[in-house]
């Protein structure tokens, strides 16, 4: 055991996730995405591939459907997603992500590859791949929820 504050572990992952985002943000504005801010990334992560209604993106993110609502109007107006009409039922419409949204997810995808890849070359790769391990332990899949902006906010 180590004479280290409880407290002190929730601070270092709230800082190494801060650390990765703000990192992360700063090359998708280099990258052509300067408008991309945390929230949408989550938000575009929520409406997916396959797109979704602004209820079932409210609930991933763990948020009303009028604060999805204004995340999607955001989105919209930025270029990022688009409404269509639901194929199967005409009173719904979908959000989905245009050819500019998957380019800032992509970028995304491949910033985070590198910022991991930064962070083996400080700590080794070997303990960053131990590190994944035991916050997947400790965490399960609880790991993968999107609804942190919904959290951060409440």
Do not use: C, N
Not at 40 to 65: C, D, N, P, W
Not at 93 to 102: D, S
Not at 126 to 137: F, K, Q, V, Y
Not at 144 to 151: E, I, K, S
């Amino acid at each position: 055991m180590t004479d280290t504050p409880g407290y002190e572990l929730p601070f270092l992952l709230f800082g190494g996730f801060r650390t990765l985002i703000d990192r992360l943000h700063a090359e998708l504005a280099r990258r052509g995405h300067p408008d991309v801010r945390p929230s949408y990334g989550f938000a575009m992560q929520a409406i997916g591939v396959q797109g979704a209604t602004a209820s079932e993106i409210g609930r991933r993110l763990g948020v009303s459907k009028q604060a999805a609502g204004k995340t999607v109007e955001r989105l919209e107006a930025l270029g990022y997603a688009e409404r269509a009409d639901d194929p199967g039922d005409a009173r719904r419409k979908i959000v989905r992500l245009t050819a500019h949204g998957v380019d800032a997810l992509t970028k995304s995808a491949e910033i985070f590859d590198d910022l991991r890849k930064d962070w083996a070359r400080t700590v080794g790769a070997e303990r960053i791949a131990a590190l994944e391990t035991d916050l997947r332990a400790v965490v399960g899949p609880a790991a993968y929820r999107l609804d942190a902006a919904g959290w951060f906010s409440s």
